[in-house]
């Protein structure tokens, strides 16, 4: 097996620039393992964006163009505990705090193959758009996301990797996805 390049935020530029996604964006060659995440770049992305209801990043790779991963972002709030406060340090008199959400998130299983870190170098570039609004736009505390263990049975390990954790509030009785949280200033 051919080594995987190891891709990080020194050297992610090198190799892969980020662009939003535009009407005039040719997308039907990516794809990933799980086909929900290729239908909803195909037909969705674009609609969505449109409707200001979900804005999508397109990971491209410079020696091809090609569009190695994507991910839509969207404003999100989250319901946190005493406790969970107690832990970020949020003494507030209410339980709701603003957040970003990472709605979808796939690397091309191509990509997969030839690099490692990508899904690692979307998060950061997400963390960085967040702490970018932050300072200029509005205030966001936490990146979220909905682990899709439905199609993906050990993603939160992902994202566990990535320094989220599940939210106490929201995943009582949920079997499909959990919700997970990272506190962009931690
Ligand atoms: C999940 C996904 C984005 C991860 O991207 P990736 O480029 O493979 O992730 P990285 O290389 O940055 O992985 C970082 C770490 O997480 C681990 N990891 C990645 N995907 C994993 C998974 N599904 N289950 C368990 N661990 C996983 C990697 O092994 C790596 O661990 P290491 O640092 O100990 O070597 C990618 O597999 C994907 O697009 N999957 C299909 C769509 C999907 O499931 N999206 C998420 C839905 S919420």
Known sequence: ???RQTINLVNGDTYFWIEQLSSDTQLNSFSCL????????FDDALRSQNDHIALTWLLRERATGAITAYMSLIADAIKLSVSEKEIHNLNYPFKTIPAMKIAKLAVSNPAQQKYKGIGTYMINNALAFARTCNRQLFACR???VDADIEHNKSVMDFYQ???????????AKRNKTISMRKDIFS
């Open 1 to 3: 097996m051919i080594k």
């Open 34 to 41: 799980i086909d929900e995440y290729n239908y909803y770049l």
């Open 142 to 144: 936490f990146l979220t």
């Open 161 to 171: 990797k990535n320094g989220f954790v599940p939210n106490a509030e929201m995943n």
